[in-house]
């Protein structure tokens, strides 16, 4: 009797409080062109794959866009951080930066230049060489997934004029 009571608490508590997953963004634009990522760029098509889920037409043709996001550059980096004294790299980081801006199609600039920088860190052993590599591209994924949920986060809070 006393377990169902305080389970009944902790549901009731939960309910109140406001939780709730966090869904899909919602956009102030219908319309999107996207420019200046390279040609195989993991990032492009990692966003793309996700603005296929989204309410928002992504358009080849940049006058007919509501919105241009620019990649003005992208870059992914593998640096060394720790090594032995036999000179054997033990730590690497995983670094990923987009700098981007928003403009429409006039060039009103509705996103100044912004830099969106990730990093991971990445330890390894000649013993186990193989699955260090499958855990880097896992990281270099699950990077590129959170850097564009966080660029379409950022879109969603823009507002038209």
Request: net charge positive.
């Amino acid at each position: 009797m006393l377990r169902r009571l305080f389970l009944a608490g902790a549901a009731v508590g939960l309910a109140g409080c406001g939780f709730r997953p966090r869904g899909a963004p919602s956009f102030h634009f219908e319309r999107l062109h996207l420019a200046g990522f390279a040609e195989g760029s993991p990032l492009r098509r990692e966003l793309e794959r996700h603005l296929t889920h989204l309410p928002l037409e992504r358009l080849e043709q940049r006058a007919q866009a509501q919105v241009i996001l620019e990649a003005l550059s992208e870059r992914h980096d593998k640096i060394a951080v720790a090594s032995t004294s036999a000179g054997q790299v033990r730590e690497w980081q995983l670094q990923l930066a987009l700098e981007y801006r928003l403009v429409t199609p006039s060039d009103e600039l509705l996103l100044p230049a912004t830099q969106l920088r990730l990093t991971r860190d990445l330890t390894t052993t000649e013993a186990a060489a193989l699955g260090k590599e499958r855990e880097e591209a896992d990281l270099r994924r699950a990077m590129q997934s959170e850097a564009v949920a966080l660029l379409l986060r950022r879109l969603a809070a823009v507002r038209l004029r």
